[in-house]
């Protein structure tokens, strides 16, 4: 992967907090979702609700397309990602604790919630580990992508 094209990556994911995830439910048909994420270089995670559509999708099928964008009011300051991923429920106790306590670090404003963080046992976490990622760039001339497969 080309450097310059891997730290613009780096970067989205490191200015934005949200994303949409679409899963497959089991009439074929994508469902789209706001989801928080954190991530680590080119690994994103995400908590659902344990009985979640979500996490009823990824039990069939773990394949994900996501979106990470902003809105802006400058047509070709359009910018963003679009990403074809695998899910993969996080499972091992260290390292759901390390994912939820990297939740504060990309929530700053939320450490004073009057409800606790939920606890491994609370939600379920994802990791999502991309396959192909298009980086979505209007500065470089209208609908510029650039596609990486990982």
Known sequence: MDEQIKQKILSLLEQHRIMTIATLRPDGWPQATTVGYVSEGL??????GLDSQKAANLARDNRVSLTIDHDTPDLMAIAGLS??????????????ARVLSLMPLKYPEQVNLPVPMPTPGDVRIFRLIPQVISVLDYSKGFGHTDLVTC
């Open 43 to 48: 690994t994103l995670y995400f908590l659902c």
């Open 83 to 96: 990403m074809a991923a695998r899910a993969q429920e996080v499972t091992d106790p260290v390292e759901a």
